[in-house]
Each structure stands twice: as C-alpha cells, then as structure tokens.
Nanobody, 122 residues
Framework: VQLQASGGGLVQAGDSLRLSCAAS????????LGWFRRGPGKEREFVAR????????DYADSVKGRFMISRDNAKNTVWLQMNSLKPEDTAVYYC????????????????WGQGTQVTVSS
C-alpha cells in the first residue's frame, strides 16, 4: 500500500486547507484511515480517523469542530478539511492506513504517507 499526501501550504490564522491522501490499493474500502501530525519539537500525534466501509469518524479534542475527515472509496482517497486554522496547527501532516481497523495510536497503522507541511502564520 502506498499513500501520497498533498495539499499542505502556508496560510494565515483563520484560513482553511484541504489535505488529500491518495492510496494505491485495490481494496481501499477495507482500510481504516487516519491523519496524524508532528509539530515542531513534538511527537507525532493523532488528529482524526475514519473507519472502513461506512466510515465512522473520531477526532482529537484539539481539532474537533474545526477539522473533518472524509473518504471516497471509489477514488481511493481520504481528505482532511481543516477550517479555522490556528498557529498551533502548524505541523507535518501524515495520512495512515491499516487493513480492517483504525485507532488513535501510531502503532495502529501499518502504512504511512510521506507527510505534507502545513504552516499557519498568526
């Protein structure tokens, strides 16, 4: 499974960005998907996840109400819509996949994208 994340950039506080992650896998609908981020000097942390199939979602408290994760199984793509961005959202964002399940831990995922930089200026 290969994951290709894109959509990062430099924005101002309050702006929006939409990250995309395209997966090269035949059975994309069987995979739970997640977004994580690593801010400057920080550990990689959970942002959002979406389950396989119907796609139940879960968010970190720090992004709840501002970010939305979604998927299109026909396009093998997962998105992270980020609204009302804050300087503390500055990080490298990673998409991740795991067959049949998803979770909030880095160890819950077997496959990772290369990361896309999001920088939010104040």
């Amino acid at each position: 499974v290969q994951l290709q994340a894109s959509g990062g950039g430099l924005v101002q506080a309050g702006d929006s960005l939409r990250l995309s992650c395209a997966a090269s896998v035949r059975t994309f609908r069987d995979y739970g998907l997640g977004w994580f981020r690593r801010g400057p000097g920080k550990e990689r942390e959970f942002v959002a996840r979406i389950s396989r199939g119907v796609g139940g979602t879960d968010y970190a408290d720090s992004v709840k109400g501002r970010f939305m994760i979604s998927r299109d199984n026909a396009k093998n793509t997962v998105w992270l819509q980020m609204n009302s961005l804050k300087p503390e959202d500055t990080a490298v964002y990673y998409c991740a996949a795991n067959r049949y399940s998803s979770g909030r831990r880095v160890a819950d995922y077997d496959y990772w994208g290369q990361g896309t930089q999001v920088t939010v200026s104040s």
